[in-house]
């Protein structure tokens, strides 16, 4: 029993140190080239949690891997509005959303890697929806719709697809080259 509970002791502590994760101030540290370093230091360790402080309280804002953002990043502005991040190796990735002050969702849009790439909503402040569009590798594409505050449709506009190709008279490949049909 004493040998079974001594190994947990071991594991459980060493675990516990090795993933254990420093914290700093967001205002201690600097972003230099998409890289958050330590003001007058070369890089930070390579797990760590931000936080900020507001009215005396400690506000966990994310963590960073390797002085990148990485994972859930939340920041709510002076004006009371909440922004939620999602990110991967220092970009955003997946769903963000800035809410009003009222919890109302006022907008949300999906990344990939960075990049605009799924669906892009937007609401008004009393939960009306005000746009609804859709992106593909940063470009809107697809049926776009635009209501008014009350709910009244007042648009539609289509974008269309992009293609991408070989450039006509130009004998060098090119990737990002529109051909419109």
Same mark, same amino acid.
């Given at each position: 029993m004493?040998?079974?509970?001594?190994?947990f002791s071991v594991l459980f502590l060493s675990l516990t140190g090795l993933y254990s994760q420093k914290e700093y101030n967001i205002i201690s540290l600097e972003k230099i080239e998409g890289i958050y370093k330590i003001h007058g230091k070369e890089k930070l360790p390579k797990h760590v949690k931000v936080y900020k402080i507001e009215k005396n309280k400690k506000r966990y804002l994310g963590k960073l891997l390797d002085g990148k953002k990485s994972?859930?990043?939340?920041?709510?502005y002076h004006d009371l509005r909440i922004l939620v991040e999602n990110y991967t190796d220092g970009k955003l990735d997946g769903p963000i959303s800035l809410f009003y002050k009222n919890g109302q969702k006022e907008w949300r849009y999906n990344y990939a890697k960075g990049i605009l790439n799924g669906t892009y909503n937007r609401w008004y402040e009393n939960g009306q929806k005000a746009i609804d569009g859709y992106f593909e590798g940063g470009q809107p594409i697809g049926i776009w719709a635009w209501w008014d505050e009350t709910g /009244?449709?007042? /648009?539609?506009q289509k974008y269309p697809q992009k293609k991408y190709g070989i450039t006509k008279n130009h004998n060098q490949y090119t990737d990002k080259i529109d051909i419109y049909n």
């Open positions: 004493i040998n079974r509970l001594s190994i994972g859930p990043w939340i920041e709510v /009244k449709f007042l /648009k539609k």
